[in-house]
């Protein structure tokens, strides 16, 4: 294949992660020059899935879907699409043994949300892994480059890692989502009467992700390390300011992490990695 071409979608990839992420692309300027575009082309299809499910509304989106699932599982069929952001993908999922099941997963969460509102527990479970778990999956493959006994030694803590970032994001936008989309993801809330003990728990079952995830990070490739360690850092450090706020605040605004934080945090990471103390 033209080697302009591949090298052009992995740099489309790499600018959506740009535009749509300042803080998964500082973490991706991290690794090792060789993982940065793999990862990016991962971030890349996995935002695109999300843009028609969260903000195509004049459109119907599930025509949409269904063809950027037809159209993906095409790409990874014949090796190239025309599609730069599943041609640089494809060519991931390819290099990388990616398992079809976690994609399949991914896009079954994007369906979820086209219809589903409210969650119960074994649903809200469903959506987590295909949303967010296998994503840290994926991201896995490339760590460990084809080494299954690394990858399966890491496995779960990379699945502890991606829920917690979800059901952070879940706070987060607990607003947003419930006024724009009308979706509740935490089973058994009512988002006009969210309660601080309701807020409590679920805190102490995203801390019960964060430590699980800990032990994975910290045997992590060194290729790889500093930057998960650093998207954890951030998302810790979001944890916490949830955490100490109180719930009609998170009902009412979308907590931050200031950039001035993140370039203080971006120092601190680089060195404890460098002195090996994480």
């Known amino acids: 294949m033209d080697q302009l071409y591949e090298q052009t979608c992995m740099e489309c990839s790499e600018l959506i992660t740009k535009r749509y992420s300042t803080s998964f692309s500082m973490g991706i300027r991290l690794f090792h020059k060789e993982l940065r575009k793999p990862i990016a082309s991962i971030y890349g299809f996995v935002r695109f899935a999300d843009e028609i499910v969260d903000t195509f509304h004049n459109q119907d989106k ?7 699932k037809r159209d993906t599982y095409q790409a990874i069929d014949l090796g190239i699409s025309l599609n730069p952001v599943l041609q640089s993908f494809q060519q991931v999922v390819n290099t990388y043994s990616i398992d079809l099941e976690l994609i399949e997963a991914f896009l079954d969460s994007m369906y979820m949300d086209l219809e589903q509102v409210n969650y119960d527990e074994s649903k809200l479970d469903k959506y987590i892994y295909g949303s967010a778990e296998v994503v840290g999956l994926m991201c896995l493959r490339v760590f460990t480059k084809g080494d299954q006994v690394a990858y399966d030694q890491l496995k779960d803590s990379a699945r502890s890692l991606g829920s917690a970032f979800q059901k952070i994001n879940f706070l987060r936008d607990i607003k947003s989502d419930y006024a724009d989309r009308g979706r509740v993801y935490f089973p058994d809330i009512d988002f006009i009467r969210f309660t601080e003990d309701q807020k409590q728990s679920i805190e102490e079952d995203i801390k019960k992700d964060f430590d699980a995830a800990y032990k994975g990070i910290v045997q992590l490739p060194k290729s790889a390390r500093l930057g ?17 706020s109180p719930v009609q605040k998170v009902k009412e605004e979308r907590i931050r992490v200031p950039n001035s934080l993140k370039m203080v945090l971006l120092a601190k990471s680089t060195l404890r990695n460098r002195f090996d103390i994480m």
């Not at 599930?62 to 950027?68: A, G, I, P, S, T």
């Not at 850092?233 to 955490?243: D, T």
Request: hydrophobic content about 40%.
């Open 62 to 68: 599930r025509r949409l879907l269904d063809e950027f």
């Open 228 to 244: 998960v360690y650093l998207a954890y850092r951030y998302y810790l450090k979001l944890f916490h300011k949830i955490s100490y």
